[in-house]
């Protein structure tokens, strides 16, 4: 289906064409926009609420700034939809975070739009701040450098390393600050009342904008009545506010808050704070969702909702005939409701995802008992360090790829003190549309050499619950690693009784003869179907469930190496360094020389698209675990020469 633009948007193909029109149009265009992108992800799906929020922000930006010249860096990105329509690919977005498609997020190779690739947050005034200072160093003095970042993303230390480098600095930076009170879920902690406390504070605002009618007043009599307002402003926030002004206090020029829904007026302002040099921050307050009623009241489900009828907002979902299996975060959720329920030691944390990876659910039965700190995993980890050492087991729940941010924190301040922390990686392996910069990839291969740290994965649900269950055993009062997908697990009864796993021990699938496939976690669903495919087919493949990355069963790889006459092994993660690897040491250090073929992900950057299509496209689906057994087995099928025709 084609989703036809409005006829203002239909005639913008680049910025240029944004600045044909009258400020006046401004508000039409938006309008266009807006009602493009819910027409678009309605049918096609994506993220929703975010580029929904931002829509007059995108008209504003490039409509002012001499975009690509200046360069525009979005944070995260999952509201630059927008930008993206506006700079060139509104006839290619129904290819929108579809295999072989346009990212979801800005990305360096897609457009010279995309001055930054972004996926996760708190990266955009880092970024925007180097990009200014080389543009000194090379004497550009005329671009601008422009970082629009969340109040959610705002919570994490890289956003405050960056602030506090740039106000030492001259360079030509300004960032926006898009205040909706929201990440994907309502965000917490002190900054957000700070922010809450000026955007609600009717007197300062009132004052602020008597004292800049003013300063307009003055400001053809030169340059004293400017300073001598802007240190009156300066009194007055600190006065009204009851505090110093945060970014003031890092060297930045404060402006706002202002409604970051009025188009025009954000113009306005962005074409004056073109000519004010230095570090400048811009406060917009913004809705999430803006302009779809659904959207703005519950804009955590419509973060990224689906397809759905844009008319009624009912969100499609497939009719089910049966139970179907959960997803593996459920999963999580309701099991460590349960642990904690018969053990009260046990706390969970997570950096701002509790829907994402479902502690929302122990958040709601025990609020003083699971923790959302904010968009900051090295926090996350080294508070849960914190908690460990006063002898709780904390569950710190961090998707895998935003795992690799806390990688200090995992070694320096858990494994080397070997305290109790249970780490859940959700999204492990391919992430699907959301891309490499969300693919868990290499956590088997980072987490595998940490001294102390069991390194596991489940191939199912009743394997995460005991995995869980297994951690939280006082003899096993160290760092412990558990890994599983995205999306469905393989069960629809899926609570079984909790029972312990004895570390490193894997579990036998298939006795067979020949060729052996070892797998690790979910995959080894897909080695499952492998196999019996092999067996219709007369072959006799044994399947072996490994559960531990590290500690190795060694007892189960003595038996198979000397049982089997070659070896297939399959992970959803990386193969330099990952289980594979793993299994290859173990039979160098033992005298073994089998042969053996690694499925996994290759060592290289692997785009977007259902987990399905990755999955065969680095030849690790069912077919091509079927071929590599076949090929090993030497049974492969051999292709069919085609006739030609003279």
């Not at 989703?3 to 006046?24: F, Q, R, T, Y």
């Not at 020949?514 to 219709?536: D, E």
């Not at 559960?547 to 003595?558: I, N, S, Y």
Request: glycine residues 10%; contains cysteine; charged residues 20%.
């Amino acid at each position: 289906m084609i989703v036809e633009p409005g006829p203002l948007l239909a005639e913008i193909n680049s910025p240029d064409d944004l600045k044909k029109l009258s400020p006046d149009q401004l508000v039409q265009v938006s309008q266009e926009l807006r009602q493009f992108i819910v027409d678009s992800v309605s049918i096609y799906g994506g993220h929703f609420g975010a580029s929904l929020g931002v829509v007059e922000l995108s008209v504003a930006l490039h409509y002012i700034f001499n975009t690509p010249h200046d360069q525009l860096v979005w944070d995260v990105g999952h509201q630059a939809y927008g930008h993206k329509i506006l700079t060139g690919r509104r006839d290619q977005f129904p290819t929108n975070r579809r295999y072989q498609g346009m990212s979801g997020f800005p990305k360096r190779s897609e457009s010279p739009y995309d001055a930054f690739g972004v996926g996760h947050s708190s990266t955009s005034i880092g970024a925007a701040l180097g990009m200014a200072v080389a543009s000194d160093y090379k004497g550009e003095f005329d671009r601008q450098h422009i970082a629009v970042i969340g109040d959610g993303a705002m919570t994490a230390g890289m956003a405050f390393e960056a602030l506090n480098h740039a106000g030492v600095e001259k360079s030509n930076l300004l960032v926006i600050l898009n205040d909706n009170c929201m990440s994907i879920d309502p965000n917490v902690g002190a900054l957000k009342e700070y922010l809450t406390d000026i955007t609600t504070s009717r007197t300062y605002n009132k004052v602020r904008d008597e004292l800049w009618n003013v300063l307009g007043k003055l400001s053809k009599f030169g340059p004293n009545p400017q300073q001598i307002a802007r240190r009156v402003e300066q009194a007055m926030k600190a006065t009204l506010l009851k505090q110093g002004n945060l970014f003031e206090a890092l060297n930045f020029r404060y402006f706002g808050p202002v409604d970051g829904h009025d188009v025009q007026h954000l113009a306005t302002i962005l074409a004056d704070l073109k000519n004010i040099p230095g570090p400048k921050l811009l406060h917009c307050v913004t809705v999430k969702g803006k302009g779809y009623a659904l959207a703005e009241k519950d804009q955590t489900l419509w973060h990224a909702p689906g397809l759905f009828d844009k008319i009624t907002g009912e969100i499609y979902k497939k009719a089910l005939d049966k139970p179907q299996p959960p997803k593996y975060q459920d999963v999580f959720g309701h099991t460590i409701v349960e642990l904690a329920e018969a053990n009260d030691k046990i706390m969970g944390v997570t950096p701002a995802m509790p829907s994402g990876c479902s502690l929302n659910i122990m958040m709601k039965a025990m609020p003083d008992r699971a923790f959302d700190v904010g968009i900051a995993e090295q926090h996350a980890v080294t508070f849960s360090a914190g908690l460990a050492t006063q002898g709780l087991v904390p569950f710190c729940n961090i998707y895998s790829s935003f795992m690799q941010r806390a990688y200090d924190q995992v070694i320096h301040d858990v494994a080397l003190q070997n305290l109790h922390v249970v780490f859940c990686l959700d999204r492990a392996g391919f992430a699907g549309a959301d891309g490499p910069t969300h693919h868990g990839n290499y956590d088997l291969a980072f987490m595998r050499c940490v001294p102390n740290l069991v390194v596991s994965a489940p191939m199912n649900e009743e394997e995460l619950r005991n995995l869980m269950y297994t951690a939280t055993l006082p003899e096993n009062a160290g760092p412990f690693s558990i890994r599983y997908p995205r999306g469905e697990g393989v069960m629809p009864e899926w609570r079984t009784p909790l029972k312990k796993i004895a570390i490193g021990t894997g579990r036998v699938v298939r006795e067979g003869e020949g060729v052996a496939v070892l797998s690790i976690g979910h995959i080894g669903n897909y080695a499952a179907k492998a196999t019996q495919q092999l067996v219709a087919e007369g072959l006799n493949p044994g399947h072996y469930d490994m559960r531990f990355c590290k500690p190795l069963d060694e007892e189960m790889l003595h038996r198979i190496c000397r049982k089997y006459k070659s070896i297939v092994t399959v992970e959803d993660g990386c193969l330099p360094g990952g289980f594979g690897s793993a299994i290859l040491e173990f039979m160098a250090d033992n005298g073994y020389a089998l042969p053996v073929r690694r499925l996994g992900i290759p060592d290289r950057v692997v785009e977007h698209g259902t987990q399905d299509e990755l999955y065969k496209e680095c030849g690790f689906d069912v077919a091509g675990i079927a071929t590599a057994l076949r090929e090993l087995s030497g049974k492969a099928v051999k292709p069919v020469a085609e006739k030609v025709l003279l």
